[in-house]
């Protein structure tokens, strides 16, 4: 069974641009997490979709965005970059909600 | 939420030493996992423990849910085992995601 894939892989940017990335799931699992590793913050929450609506959101400005699609794979969406949002952003799917997720090889953005 | 703090924050050892990774947590631990970030950035599962112990190979793992930890245990170290060590759980309180520690930096020598 293949794993979670994220695309792209890397991805630079200048402030202010926007950018979407997406996470298409193990064959499944209708959860989808995302979070943000930085070398500060270490990994943080962003949001978790199930059935196509958002269950939770972490502690992050409305800048931040997702959706999730009726085959489960989801998108995320970073408006009006800052040079702060540069950081491995991953994704995780788990079969339900609360079960064990399992990670993609993430998304490096990088903004210049 | 929940606070997850792990120990030590860095080890070093010789290839073939046996080290224990701790994970401490302050609330109820119902989901806990254990990953592997490789040198590549992937979180890789080692264990999907909410309680009880279990083995993989030279990784094992114990959970004690009444007193709130969790240990990792790796035996005769490999050099391949070198990386960062995270221990997570769902936050609680309405965001749950996962609530991870700062990690455990692994560096096995040669």
């Known amino acids: 069974k293949a794993g979670v894939t994220q695309t792209p892989r890397y991805l630079i940017k200048t402030r202010g641009q926007q950018v979407t990335l997406s996470c298409s799931p193990i064959s499944g699992h209708r959860s989808v997490s995302w979070y943000q590793q930085t070398p500060g913050q270490g990994l943080q929450f962003l949001f978790e979709y199930f059935s196509e609506t958002q269950r939770n959101k972490g502690n992050f400005p409305g800048r931040f965005s997702g959706r999730q699609f009726s085959n489960s794979r989801s998108e995320m969406n970073v408006s009006t970059l800052e040079l702060g949002d540069s950081a491995l952003y991953l994704c995780?799917?788990?079969?339900?909600?609360?079960?064990?997720?399992?990670f993609g090889p993430g998304t490096r953005l990088t903004v210049l | 939420g929940i606070q997850v703090e792990q120990s030590p924050p860095d080890l070093i050892l010789q290839e073939g030493a046996n080290s224990t990774l701790r994970c401490n947590f302050s609330d109820s631990v119902n989901n806990l996992q254990w990953f592997h970030q490789n040198p590549w950035g992937q979180l890789i599962n080692l264990f999907y423990?909410?309680?009880g112990t279990k083995q993989n190979g030279r990784l094992s793992a114990t959970t004690v849910a009444t007193e709130r930890y969790s240990l990792l245990y790796i035996s005769s170290s490999q050099t391949t085992d070198s990386g960062v060590y995270f221990c997570?759980?769902?936050?609680?309180?309405?965001?749950?995601?996962?609530?991870f520690g700062k990690g455990t930096h692994l560096i096995i020598q040669p």
């Open positions: 995780a799917s788990s079969l339900q909600v609360l079960n064990e997720q399992f």
């Open positions: 997570a759980e769902y936050s609680g309180g309405g965001a749950d995601g996962l609530t």
């Open positions: 423990i909410p309680s």
